[in-house]
């Protein structure tokens, strides 16, 4: 078996964040005891440990896609674990959002939702041997969304001045993501409509 590559070391990197991530997250947010006995001093900054976390992780995206394609070290295993690893990342962000009370719920229904839908017409397209090109829409979509959750995770205390500024840009950007979530949900399913047309 030959050794993985940089790219795929750093996918798994990614998935593996995935867990301090949400451990910082949930447990600054409902105090479990275990977690307050050991971030007790510093319990007002674990939202800011977890944001960290989720920035270095979506980093990571970045760092290998390019590091593969620029090296030639794209595999079967990361064209499988990259995706993967990204809808693991955002899903478990929102979910564990919603959790918090941060995001409504019926919008991380459809954001998931549109994950699965596209994720069944690539299995069909892969079946059919039909190779599809990621689209501009979906690349803003995926901008938006991690502005989205990184803005979502800083949880400022509203006594500050500019609160309020940051709660409107958050709210913004939610919407801005959920629309685009929307269209690049169309913008796909036009453009390979042909995908579910039964092969001869």
Same mark, same amino acid.
């Given at each position: 078996?030959?050794? =993985?590559?940089?790219?795929?070391?750093?996918?798994?990197?990614?998935?593996?964040?995935?867990?301090?991530? /949400?451990?910082?997250? &949930?447990?600054?947010?409902?105090?479990?005891?275990?977690?307050?006995?050991?971030?007790?001093?510093?319990?007002?900054?674990?939202?800011? =440990?977890?944001?960290?976390?989720? @920035?270095?992780?979506?980093?990571?995206?970045?760092?290998?896609?390019? /590091?593969?394609?620029?090296?030639? #070290?794209?595999?079967?295993?990361?064209?499988?674990?990259?995706?993967?690893?990204?809808?693991?990342?955002? *899903?478990?962000? #929102? !979910?564990?959002? %919603?959790?918090?009370?941060?995001?409504?719920?019926? !919008?991380?229904? !459809? !954001?998931?939702?549109?994950?699965? /839908?596209?994720?069944?017409?690539? &299995?069909?397209?892969?079946?059919?041997?039909?190779? @599809?090109?990621?689209?501009?829409?979906? +690349?803003? +979509?995926? %901008?938006?969304?991690?502005?989205?959750? *990184?803005?979502?995770?800083?949880?400022?205390?509203?006594?500050?001045?500019?609160?309020?500024?940051?709660?409107?840009?958050?709210?913004?950007?939610?919407?801005?993501?959920?629309?685009?979530?929307?269209?690049?949900? /169309?913008?796909?399913?036009?453009?390979?409509?042909?995908?579910? +047309?039964?092969? +001869?």
């Amino acid at each position: 078996m030959s050794k =993985m590559n940089l790219p795929n070391k750093l996918t798994i990197f990614r998935v593996i964040l995935i867990v301090p991530f /949400i451990v910082l997250l &949930l447990g600054g947010y409902h105090e479990w005891r275990w977690f307050t006995a050991i971030f007790g001093g510093i319990m007002e900054y674990v939202d800011y =440990m977890a944001l960290a976390i989720f @920035i270095i992780a979506s980093l990571t995206d970045l760092a290998d896609g390019k /590091i593969a394609r620029k090296y030639n #070290l794209v595999t079967n295993f990361g064209k499988f674990m990259d995706p993967l690893a990204d809808k693991l990342l955002v *899903c478990a962000a #929102l !979910i564990a959002l %919603t959790e918090m009370s941060r995001i409504p719920s019926w !919008i991380v229904i !459809i !954001i998931i939702s549109r994950e699965f /839908i596209i994720s069944g017409f690539r &299995l069909i397209a892969a079946d059919n041997n039909v190779v @599809i090109a990621a689209s501009y829409w979906g +690349k803003f +979509k995926t %901008t938006f969304q991690m502005v989205m959750i *990184c803005l979502m995770i800083v949880n400022v205390p509203e006594g500050l001045s500019w609160w309020p500024w940051l709660n409107v840009l958050t709210q913004v950007v939610m919407w801005i993501a959920l629309a685009l979530t929307v269209v690049s949900l /169309i913008d796909y399913l036009v453009k390979n409509k042909g995908v579910l +047309k039964e092969q +001869k």
